[in-house]
């Protein structure tokens, strides 16, 4: 059986323009079902560590208090390969260090031969990009870290 990637990428089109999460169709010979996954942002938070009472009485000096990880990220809503940019020789979506606002293409994950631009959902500065370019990426996986 041929697979019609043409007819493919306009259901993924009419899924997303039209803000689906899922299309499903079918006749005698084929049926073909795609589904978008939506995931929220994940924001992680270091919880202060707990100490013990000192035995003795210590001089009075202030604790330092943990440095809260304020940072956000941006998670791979499909299993497929990521991509910096939108071709090998062109310049990558973001680096570290580049401010990015919500809605901001920062890079592809290809899944089934189409290429998907991943859009930030958060806004900030890029501070960590967590997978190298051409790698494979699960479904949920950091791919950056923003601040």
């Known amino acids: 059986m041929k697979?019609?990637?043409n007819y493919i990428e306009k259901l993924a089109k009419i899924l997303s323009d039209?803000?689906?999460t899922?299309?499903?169709l079918e006749d005698e010979n084929c049926a073909v079902s795609l589904r978008k996954?939506?995931?929220g942002v994940v924001q992680t938070v270091a919880a202060p560590a707990v100490?013990?009472?000192p035995a003795a009485p210590a001089p009075?000096?202030?604790p330092a208090a943990p440095k809260a990880d304020n940072r956000k990220t941006i998670t791979s809503p499909m299993v497929g390969t990521f991509y910096t940019s939108p071709s090998p020789d062109a310049k990558p979506f973001v680096q570290v260090g580049d401010t990015v606002k919500e809605g901001d293409v920062v890079c592809i994950v290809e899944a089934m031969?189409?290429?998907n631009e991943i859009d930030s959902e958060v806004s900030g500065k890029i501070v960590e990009i967590c997978v190298e370019n051409g790698q494979p990426v699960e479904f949920g996986q950091v791919l950056m870290y923003v601040e």
């Open 51 to 53: 100490q013990a009472a």
């Open 18 to 20: 039209n803000n689906l």
């Open 113 to 115: 031969k189409l290429m």
């Open 22 to 24: 899922e299309i499903t």
């Open 60 to 62: 009075a000096a202030a």
């Open 37 to 39: 996954e939506i995931t």
């Open 3 to 5: 697979i019609d990637t």
